[in-house]
């Protein structure tokens, strides 16, 4: 019965955190329900172990991910676009002057799964090389070239979105 306590209060205290990691990750507002959802139940059932860890957080993130990548590998052939608004925005940062926000979201969301998973963990929940190929289950050199290559894509992505400076929209 405390494991079941224990366990409330870790989600109560997350759930938040969770769901923009996953809204990030899906770009849907109902598919980030379902991963959240998905995530929880795995966590549930291996809470004796995760709560023991230092850091609990790390583990579930890795549990995310990897039922990530796993329903996307099943739905590969459905052919579906996902589509939502972009999550809440946070205090303005220096790269807001730089970069419209609502600009780049739908680039992310326009990556490959490992790509924008790769994107997410290291802008948004600021974690190392070494933490995200822990939580993808690969190696750093695979999180350096995923992240090359999706930063490529953006910076593709951007300069054909953007208008010259000077011209009419």
Partial sequence: MRDLQEFEQYVMARWTAFHRLALLLTASESASQDLVQVT???????WPKISTMASPDAYVRRIM???????HRLARN??????????ERGAPS???E??????????VCALPTRQRAVIVLRY?????????????????GTVKSTAHDAMTALRRGITAVRVPEGSDR
Wanted: proline residues 6%; negative net charge; glycine residues 2%.
């Fill in 40 to 46: 929880l139940e795995k966590a549930y059932v291996a």
């Fill in 98 to 107: 730089v970069l419209d926000h609502e600009l780049l979201w739908p680039l």
């Fill in 65 to 71: 991910v990897n039922a990530l990548v796993s329903t």
């Fill in 124 to 140: 948004y929940e600021d974690l190392s090389e070494r933490e995200i190929a822990d939580a993808l289950g690969c190696a750093v």
């Fill in 78 to 87: 459905r052919h579906e676009i996902a589509s939502a608004d972009p999550p």
């Fill in 94 to 96: 220096r790269d807001e």
